[in-house]
């Protein structure tokens, strides 16, 4: 059984109770976990208060070292780390490999950039003033992820969050704890109480850490429902949100792409961790010349994928997180059909894969804006193929929804690329490219998708708060102060 790690030290906590890790591919029990308490979250905010006054003024450049060990650990421990994100998350170990690298290179990103990153003078209304724009840490922060990339997620909170002086206390989902929990030695060279990773319920845990009133930011990743939820708890204290939460993104392909390119970026995008990616392609709109050609070809693509456990090399499409998750896609994938939907490849449990939560990556046509499926993500490997007439057309579609998170358009016509960038409604927008993160890139949603930005600078002022500072060096006596003159 892995232990919570509060204060530097394993605990098993004092609730008693457990959380079960089942492998998504075999549904074997890969490891218990505690299920931790309101005692847990206590223990842990109080851990972390105690270390950020030493913490907050360790000089940046030694913080900046730390981060970058903090790296290195991470990289030494790469397969350790993948095969354990494999076996709970269910992802390919290939993929796996590349996420802990990217989570490395997160925290080394942040090392350099805290190195210069303090603040600014302006100019003062006299001489002999000093006027400061100061960027101070806030204290504790809550880190609470998502089960779909737990590591990455998390270090896109923790190395902006660590470098600007604040400590962290961090919940992983209940399904993915595991990889979490092992990142102790990763950290285990701060101070005692900088890094604090406690597992239990959302809704009690959690709960628990954003209504904290030690707590003064919360970092969350998921799913809007909880997002809401969590804006409505923070309101009570006007604590700093970020949240990071669904999407619907829309794929637009124009009759002037390289359909085969374009093509094999939507499988991609479409299929990608079985769907369960929050900026996967939910809608294409393929302009009407190609449209039946984009079909066939898609089609023949994603009926060729391997679908199979994570640990297989081989393997493209992997399973669902958990059994309840399978059976909603399926059953939103039999009401889409109810509705009209023609299911072209796909839309079923692939027969030969006895154990685990899969589904065979589907193509569904025939679909009408408005369709059920069409409003809320899915977060499966299903992907709905539409026609479009005109590029107005396109954006309309594309932008007609509540979730602003990410969008890729497939084009090589450079004045469509321009209005399609400064028109569409999404804080991550790429063009022939999908899914391609950049530390310095900030990221993050639009509308219902969210509030702020990780990575790049604005990933680190999400736990940063402004201080102004007016100092009169000479101290003279001003001529408007009482008593006035006459
Ligand atoms: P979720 O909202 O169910 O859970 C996310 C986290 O919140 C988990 O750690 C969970 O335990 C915790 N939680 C649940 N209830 C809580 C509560 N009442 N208070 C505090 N914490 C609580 O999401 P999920 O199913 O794990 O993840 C899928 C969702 O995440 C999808 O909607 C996806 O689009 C979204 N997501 C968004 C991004 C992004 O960057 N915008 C990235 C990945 C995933």
Not at 167 to 177: C, D, E, L, N, Y
């Amino acid at each position: 059984m892995r232990r919570l790690w509060i204060d530097g030290e394993f605990t098993e906590g004092s609730t008693g109770r457990t959380i079960q890790v089942v492998d998504p591919a075999t549904e074997e029990i890969v490891d218990v976990v505690p299920k931790g308490g309101v005692a847990e979250v206590d223990r842990a905010v109080a851990a972390a208060g105690r270390a950020f006054p030493a913490w907050k003024r360790v000089p940046a450049l030694e913080r900046a070292e730390l981060l970058v060990e903090t790296a290195r650990r991470l990289r030494a421990n790469r397969e350790e780390f993948a095969i354990t994100l494999t076996r709970e998350t269910g992802r390919t170990l290939r993929k796996n490999r590349g996420y802990v690298d990217w989570s490395a290179t997160c925290f080394e990103y942040y090392a350099g950039l805290i190195r210069d990153r303090r603040g600014r003078v302006i100019p003062s209304a006299e001489t002999g003033q000093l006027n400061l724009v100061l960027q101070e840490p806030m204290g504790v922060v809550g880190c609470i992820v998502p089960f779909n990339y737990p590591l990455m997620l998390l270090a896109w909170k923790v190395a902006p969050a660590l470098a600007a002086g604040n400590v962290v206390v961090i919940k992983p989902a209940s399904q993915t704890p595991l990889t979490t929990l092992d990142l102790s030695r990763v950290f285990d060279h701060l101070p005692r109480g900088v890094v604090n990773i406690i597992t239990g319920a959302g809704a009690e845990v959690g709960d628990a850490l954003v209504m904290h009133p030690d707590v003064p930011c919360i970092a969350f990743t998921g799913s809007t429902a909880t997002g809401q939820r969590i804006y409505r708890m923070g309101a009570e204290r006007i604590k700093k949100l970020h949240l990071e939460l669904g999407g619907s993104d829309a794929v637009i392909v124009c009759a002037d792409c390289d359909l085969e390119a374009a093509t094999r970026a939507v499988a991609w995008t479409g299929f990608l961790n079985a769907g369960q990616v929050c900026t996967s392609a939910e809608r294409v709109y393929v302009e009407q010349p190609v449209h039946r050609r984009f079909l066939e070809m898609f089609s023949a693509l994603t009926s060729k994928l391997v679908v199979g456990p994570g640990m297989d090399e081989k393997t493209e499409v992997t399973p669902l997180i958990g059994r309840a998750e399978r059976d909603q896609v399926e059953a939103r994938v039999q009401q889409a059909r109810r509705e009209g939907a023609e299911i072209v490849t796909g839309g079923r449990r692939p027969e030969r894969l006895t154990k685990g939560w899969f589904y065979e990556p589907t193509v569904l046509a025939g679909m009408r804006h408005g369709m059920s499926l069409l409003k809320e993500e899915i977060f499966g490997p299903v992907v709905p193929i539409l026609s479009f007439s005109t590029f107005d057309e396109a954006l309309d579609l594309a932008n007609d929804s509540p979730y602003g998170l990410g969008a890729t358009l497939f084009s090589t016509d450079a004045k469509k690329v321009r209005r399609y960038y400064e028109e569409i409604q999404v804080g991550n927008v790429w063009v022939n490219d999908p899914l391609v993160d950049n530390p310095a890139g900030p990221f993050g949603g639009m509308k219902m998708s969210g509030l702020g930005r990780e990575l790049g600078e604005e990933g680190l002022l999400e736990f940063q708060q402004t201080k102004h500072v007016h100092w009169d060096i000479e101290g003279r006596i001003k001529p408007w102060w009482y008593p006035l003159a006459d």
